[in-house]
């Protein structure tokens, strides 16, 4: 068995399931930009207020955190040799992926507050 948790197929499998998802949403928030009349500050807060861009724009935080570590795990992996390093880098990797996440849920949960 693999000292990784995230080794072979399933962090393979989980980074091109969070790229689909990615895409699709890039491709929905172009779509509803590329049709909204006049975009304000009102009109952003409404659409995000409503729960299923709250869950899309969650969903896709979510999607982009994983995506963003297996990413950077594996190219440490392949290209960190010493343990130290390793160690050091996977730390800071951490710390900049949970800030943001944590950043990012803060943002959304103070939007369906207001």
């Not at 969070?18 to 590329?34: D, E, K, T």
């Not at 975009?39 to 729960?51: A, C, D, I, S, Y």
């Not at 990413?71 to 800030?99: E, K, P, Q, W």
Request: aromatic share 16%.
């Amino acid at each position: 068995m693999s000292i990784y948790v995230l080794h072979g197929l399933r962090p393979w499998l989980i980074q091109r399931v969070s790229a689909v998802y990615l895409a699709m949403f890039v491709v929905y928030i172009g779509v509803v930009l590329a049709f909204a009349k006049d975009v304000t500050f009102q009109k952003w807060h409404e659409w995000l207020f409503h729960p299923f861009n709250t869950i899309a724009c969650g969903l896709f935080v979510i999607a982009l955190l994983f995506h963003a570590w297996i990413g950077m795990r594996d190219v440490v992996l392949d290209y960190v040799h010493n343990t130290f390093v390793r160690m050091i880098a996977f730390s800071l990797i951490i710390v900049v992926l949970t800030g943001s996440g944590l950043w990012a849920a803060r943002i959304l949960l103070l939007t369906v507050a207001i």
